[in-house]
């Protein structure tokens, strides 16, 4: 009689353990894929409550929201430059083609290993050769654009052949960094120092010529002002000699005070005659 306890609780043990494995939740932001005795079956199962055969069926999760992948790539530059470049994937997955891609491809990490890794070695490789290793530092943009463009065509291409087109959605790509060899960058700094210092040079000309040409105006300002107060001396001089001139020749008096003024005493001497010219004192006086 008391194995019938026993036997009911291994019983009620098997049921709960079977109906444990009779469901399964899918989480949010993930969908899940049935294998039946590893077999994929065609649909997928969406977030929430799904039931499920116990044993038979088992689900594998797959992670569809936006996720970053991050690989680096080496590369030689258009100049020969051996370039290091850190690469960021903004990617997500297509829900209604997680079964085929597990049957094709594999789980998520295995779709990013040879997937998404190869898609950025190589396409850094094709646009890196296109410009100078101090072009990818200047047209950065221009350089991220011809990658991710590249990245896709290159997953557009390996899905097509798995027939999975549209599996990853790519979002975004950015360049983390450059990493150039210490040649390089010991060039770049030197390039750099240059430029400084040939600016500099070019600033202490500019400021030594602005200096001179500010002496020189200052010379000129200085040259005009003399020749403006000269040319105003001499009009002034000009219109005191004319005044002087008009009044002399209107009065012949005022002619015999100027010479009276500047007759200094001595009379002049002749020879061969014994006539002593002579002023007319009267003539100066009268007036």
Do not use: C
Request: glycine residues 4%; charged residues 25%; hydrophobic residues 45%.
């Amino acid at each position: 009689m008391n194995k019938i306890p026993v036997f009911s609780g291994v019983i009620l043990a098997l049921v709960v353990f079977l109906g444990s494995l009779s469901f399964v939740v899918v989480d949010a932001g993930y969908v899940g894929v049935v294998k039946r005795l590893g077999a994929v079956q065609p649909t997928f199962l969406s977030e929430g409550f799904h039931l499920k055969t116990p044993i038979i069926d088992s689900v594998e999760k797959f992670d569809i929201r936006l996720s970053k992948f991050e690989s680096q790539a080496g590369a030689s530059s258009k100049d020969l430059q051996v370039v290091q470049t850190s690469i960021a994937v903004q990617y997500s997955m297509t829900p209604e083609l997680m079964p085929r891609t597990l049957q094709k491809v594999g789980t998520r990490a295995v779709a990013e290993r040879t997937l998404i890794a190869p898609s950025i070695m190589e396409s850094v490789k094709a646009i890196t050769a296109l410009y100078t290793a101090e072009e990818l530092i200047t047209k950065r943009d221009a350089v991220k654009t011809e990658i991710q463009n590249k990245i896709n065509s290159f997953l557009d291409e390996t899905l097509e052949e798995k027939e999975l087109m549209g599996l990853l959605k790519i979002a975004n790509v950015a360049i983390t960094d450059f990493d150039f060899s210490s040649e390089f960058n010991r060039a770049i700094e030197e390039k750099v120092r240059a430029e400084q210092e040939a600016l500099k040079a070019k600033n202490e000309k500019l400021r030594a010529v602005t200096q001179a040409e500010a002496k020189a105006e200052e010379q000129k300002l200085i040259a005009d002002a003399a020749a403006y107060e000269i040319e105003v001396q001499s009009v002034a001089r000009a219109e005191a000699i004319k005044r002087e001139s008009e009044a002399l020749s209107g009065n012949p008096q005022l002619i015999q005070l100027r010479i009276a003024e500047k007759w200094d005493g001595q009379l002049p001497r002749f020879s061969g005659g014994e006539t002593i010219p002579l002023l007319s004192i009267d003539s100066l006086t009268s007036e």
